[in-house]
């Protein structure tokens, strides 16, 4: 069965710092695989997603993800974070096989300090 | 362009009790999909209707029933409530095209407590 591991519960940076958050998942075959931000009170917002093709995927808000087929992860990374990046990010994974229903991590919470 | 919008924003519920949340989808999408998402977890998946029928459903029983009217917008149902079933309901919608490409946008979500 698909399974998606957010390892960090939470996670403090400084602003201005570098962030990598952790996602790795289990499945067979190559996933379809996402990060997604959750605001308080907002809604989730999909951030990028990786298909097929290079495995660096840029997204928006300056985010990047590197997916690692031999790692089986796909870590969300940002060169400089601001303090409107503390947020709830959830990474999630998709397949074919599995009518692409998303199977979601249970989150890392990002924490700025200023 | 209004985004998916979700009513009503806050619901308290005693147990046994039966609620119905609403979902309007993002204009031009006409697949709405509901997630449970539990506090400190991800989403979990429920259901997704599509040309007012249920696609595909999640691990959930079935006290979970939904509907899909003419104009895509959706309802959740949840009869005989459990304590266990208090947790942020989003809906997500999408425009349905092949597999996975289609992006889900998602609603700001309906918190219901059960007391």
């Known amino acids: 069965a698909q399974s998606v591991t957010q390892p960090d519960i939470h996670i403090t940076v400084s602003e201005g710092a570098s962030l990598e958050l952790r996602c790795n998942y289990s499945?067979?075959?190559?996933?379809?695989l996402f990060w997604y931000v959750q605001s308080p009170g907002q809604g989730l917002q999909l951030l990028l997603k990786y298909f097929s093709g290079d495995t660096l995927v840029q997204g928006i808000k300056g985010f990047e993800a590197e997916f690692k087929r031999s790692q089986s992860s796909f870590n969300l990374r940002k060169p400089s974070v601001h303090w409107s990046d503390a947020a709830e990010y959830f990474c999630?994974?998709?397949?074919?096989?599995?009518?692409?229903?998303?199977?979601w991590g249970a989150g890392t919470k990002l924490i700025i300090k200023p | 362009d209004a985004g998916v919008t979700q009513s009503p924003t806050h619901l308290i519920k005693t147990r046994g009790q039966q609620v119905t949340l609403r979902c309007s989808p993002k204009?031009?999408?006409?697949?709405v999909s509901w997630y449970q998402q539990a506090l400190g977890q991800g989403p979990q998946f429920i259901f997704q209707?599509?040309?007012?029928?249920?696609?595909q459903r999640g691990n959930f029983p079935d006290r979970f029933s939904g509907h899909q009217f003419p104009n895509y917008s959706s309802e959740l149902n949840v009869n005989a409530l459990l304590l266990g079933d208090s947790a942020l309901y989003l809906c997500?919608?999408?425009?349905?095209?092949?597999?996975?490409?289609?992006?889900?946008?998602f609603g700001p979500g309906t918190r219901l407590t059960v007391l």
């Open positions: 209707y599509y040309e007012e029928e249920e696609r």
């Open positions: 999630a994974v998709g397949a074919e096989d599995s009518n692409y229903q998303l199977i």
């Open positions: 204009s031009g999408h006409d697949t």
């Open positions: 997500a919608s999408s425009l349905r095209t092949s597999g996975m490409t289609d992006t889900q946008y």
């Open positions: 499945y067979g075959a190559t996933p379809y």
